[in-house]
């Protein structure tokens, strides 16, 4: 039977099985996620016992408002019409966005929210609890996880962020915390905003922003938030509840209308991401905060936990077995929740930095303040707000019916015709650093296929430098030659298309074989020896352990770099690009993970960027005076100790004030026990971080693969050119095909003679 529920809890006797219906269920806390999985459980078997346990009063509740999207909805539709319908006579609704920067409004409209009182939105889920049966115990702390695992077929927490049943199993649940830079307090107005209000205050002690929506006919939520050393200098630390509401009023005194503020036990805080490893512990099934966070500026903390609840209800009647009902559930939800935990993380990390921010023109601020957690994006808000998104695109100089990605880009005396690059692509296929007729067509196809600039994979300075055998070079003139033709292909059938060089060199993770022979693998014979800025192997045991390079050594690479970068001039290149990033030799010198040296080439940032400076500035002597030079570095290495933001911003600097034109920022590779933070565009922030720190243009690169993400990106300020990998390897006309999918038909994106049939999708099917 579906409600017969037979996992063993962790009690004095695990190997005891549930009793059979009526199933008891034990719910820790009285928030919506909670009260609402009773409801939906004790709905589905109104035989089963179900006990809320909430300590505080049934009128207690943190926050004001709470918002719904219409997805939520229509999930709560479809499982208690009941409980949808209450709702629904309560919700306000409203389609706009109001941005105010600079004394600025810019409204933004077609959005679709929804909203309503928490505290009428706990009545109608206590209502709906008590209408059914279920047990609601108010100012009652609930027993130990232990006991109720032991007395109960099934024990839901949802006792919040700072649950105790996760941390009483915290060895089996890992939960990884992490506290946010950002300080808010969560206030109310008694009035009724006309829109989602986002506005930025800059004031003396930095910039602070509200977050304000209409919860009801006369009340509103209003957050403020502040980075940490803003609230500090600004004395909201040593101020009380009262006082700090009324200072917030105050800041924001023209926004409210002059109208006061109220709280209701409200307290500055800072933001926790609570991320599990594991949801469900024997018969313990964690839900909401309990189980994961998600920053309030994307709305979705009472959304996810309504979710998760409806989710656990329907694994619980799909699945007769318990255990086998809560891996149903924590399989469906755990994809849709990382995936909101992305998006939020990425809307308070913008909001963390967002003085860097401000200096953008009011509505090109509003774009990248809408389009900050990746999930609104350019083409979106064109079908949402065509007039809004229209004005931003003449804004950042669109020429009528071009999308931003096919604007052009100046870089030194170079024009690129669009802002998409190939990004570097290692192939491995060189013979004796010579690349082939496969490096031909493969770069060639890529150039006919329409982008600004296609860049060549990491072409290595020595002999000593590959990363493989199979990797290309640029130390013999043997290798020029063979580049010459490939440039010349680019130049003379590719009108257009720029075709740029990165010279590199592999540092401690050479001599390895071929990527799909196993990559970062010693060869199984003819290992040449390694060179980099520490006697660090890369991976200890399994790769040979490098020399630190001295003063000779650091001379004799410099010269390698130059030589390299002469023949690269002669060879027709375009573009170079010195390759500071991934852990090869350049970079290894940049990380505080991988330079331990004691000389004047290591400790602090200054030290470590001095040998990667010298090599640039040696390059950029010989290189033409009118080609661009770009920098590729890693801006984190997703690990403990290393290259901080901080850090990145000041390489970038130092780079740029030595005349680089454009920093190609990309993350990580540079140790094997990095964890990176894979999402949508995930690499992006950093370059964002960058160009706003640094004063730099940068290339953004990293799991960008439509040309909407990229139009995004552009039109949001964060990058200045794109530079896509896969989506090459996956089709060679991926710029082509994105003009015609956008019906661009400007000079931006030509069509080679010999395919301009085919610059159009052919049918699909036939009509009969």
């Given amino acids: 039977m579906a409600g017969v529920l037979t996992v063993p809890g962790p009690g004095p006797d695990p190997g005891t099985r549930a009793r059979p219906a009526p199933s008891r269920v034990a719910v820790v806390g009285g928030g919506p996620g909670g009260l609402y999985a009773a409801a939906l459980l004790k709905r589905l078997d109104p035989a089963r016992e179900v006990t809320v346990w909430e300590r505080n009063a049934p009128s207690d509740t943190f926050g004001f408002g709470v918002v719904l999207s219409d997805e939520t909805l229509g999930g709560i539709r479809d499982a208690d019409p009941v409980v949808y319908e209450a709702l629904r006579r309560d919700l306000v609704r409203w389609d706009d966005i109001d941005v105010v920067h600079r004394g600025r409004r810019t409204t933004s409209t077609g959005h679709g929210f929804a909203a309503l009182g928490r505290r009428r939105l706990l009545e109608i889920l206590h209502a709906r609890c008590t209408d059914l049966g279920v047990r609601l115990r108010f100012r009652a702390e609930a027993p130990s996880g232990d006991l109720l695992a032991a007395g109960h077929d099934l024990v839901v927490a949802a006792d919040g962020v700072h649950s105790r049943t996760r941390e009483a199993h915290a060895a089996h649940f890992r939960p990884r915390i992490t506290t946010h830079r950002c300080r808010y307090i969560w206030l109310a107005a008694d009035f009724a905003f006309d829109a989602f209000r986002f506005e930025i205050a800059e004031t003396e002690y930095g910039v602070m922003q509200l977050h304000a929506y209409p919860y009801e006919a006369g009340a509103s939520t209003a957050i403020v938030e502040m980075r940490e050393e803003v609230w500090r200098a600004a004395g909201f630390d040593a101020l009380d509840e009262a006082e700090s509401t009324a200072r917030c009023a105050k800041i924001f005194a023209e926004a409210l209308g002059g109208r006061e503020l109220r709280s209701h036990r409200s307290a500055w805080t800072a933001f926790r991401t609570v991320v599990n490893e594991h949801w469900s512990y024997g018969n313990t099934v964690l839900i909401g905060d309990a189980a994961h966070t998600a920053h309030f500026s994307i709305g979705s903390g009472t959304k996810l936990a309504v979710e998760d609840a409806l989710a656990l209800a329907q694994s619980l009647r799909d699945h007769p077995a318990p255990a086998d009902a809560l891996a149903a559930y924590e399989a469906e939800r755990r994809p849709v929740v990382e995936s909101t935990q992305r998006a939020a993380v990425a809307s308070l990390q913008w909001f963390e930095e967002l003085a860097g921010h401000v200096d953008r023109s009011p509505r090109l601020f509003a774009f990248d303040l809408l389009t900050r957690s990746r999930r609104v994006t350019h083409a979106n808000l064109r079908l949402r707000d065509p007039v809004f998104t229209a004005t931003v695109e003449s804004d950042y100089g669109c020429p009528p019916g071009t999308p931003p990605m096919f604007t052009p880009f100046r870089l030194r005396g170079l024009t690129l015709r669009n802002r998409i690059v190939v990004s570097p692509m290692d192939m491995y296929l060189a013979e004796d650093g010579v690349p082939g007729d496969f490096h031909l067509v493969h770069l060639g196809a890529r150039a006919l296929g329409g982008p600004g600039l296609v860049m060549t994979e990491m072409v290595c300075v020595s002999p000593e430098g590959r990363i493989t055998p199979g990797c290309t070079g640029l130390w013999t003139d043997e290798q020029a030659d063979a580049w010459s033709r490939i440039t010349a292909f680019v130049h003379d059938r590719a009108p257009g298309a720029a075709i740029g060089v990165q010279l590199g060199h592999s540092g401690r993770k050479g001599s390895t074989r071929r990527m799909w022979e196993g990559i970062d693998q010693p060869l199984p014979e003819g290992n040449w020896p390694l060179t980099a800025a520490s006697p660090l192997p890369y991976r200890p045991g399994v790769n040979q352990t490098p020399g630190a390079l001295d003063r000779a050594g650091l001379t004799a690479v410099r010269q390698e770099f130059t ?45 470590r960027l001095r040998f990667p400076l010298e090599v640039f500035d040696a390059v950029r002597e010989v290189w033409p005076e009118g080609r661009p030079m770009t920098v590729r570095i890693s801006a984190t290495d997703w690990a403990e100790g290393g290259t901080t933001g901080e850090d990145a911003v000041a390489i970038a600097r130092a780079f740029a004030a030595h005349g680089a034109d454009a920093i190609d920022v990309s993350t990580g590779q540079v140790v094997p026990h990095e964890t990176p933070a894979y999402g949508r565009s995930y690499q992006t922030p950093f370059a964002d971080r960058i160009r706003t720190g640094a004063g730099v243009p940068v290339i953004a690169v990293g799991a960008i693969s439509s040309w909407d993400d990229v139009n995004s990106l552009l039109l949001a300020g964060r990058a200045d050119l794109c530079a896509l990998a896969r989506p090459h390897l996956y089709d060679p006309n991926w710029t082509l095909h994105a003009a015609a999918e956008q019906g661009y038909e400007g000079p931006a994106a030509p069509w080679p003679a010999p395919y301009r049939a085919g610059s159009r999708p052919p049918p699909t099917g036939r009509r009969g």
């Fill in 563 to 607: 030589a390299a970068a002469r023949r690269a001039a002669r060879a027709g290149f375009d573009l170079l690009e010195l390759h500071c990033a991934h852990g090869y030799l350049l970079s290894g010198f940049l990380s505080p993970l991988t330079n331990h040296r004691t000389d004047g080439y290591g400790g602090d940032v200054d030290g």
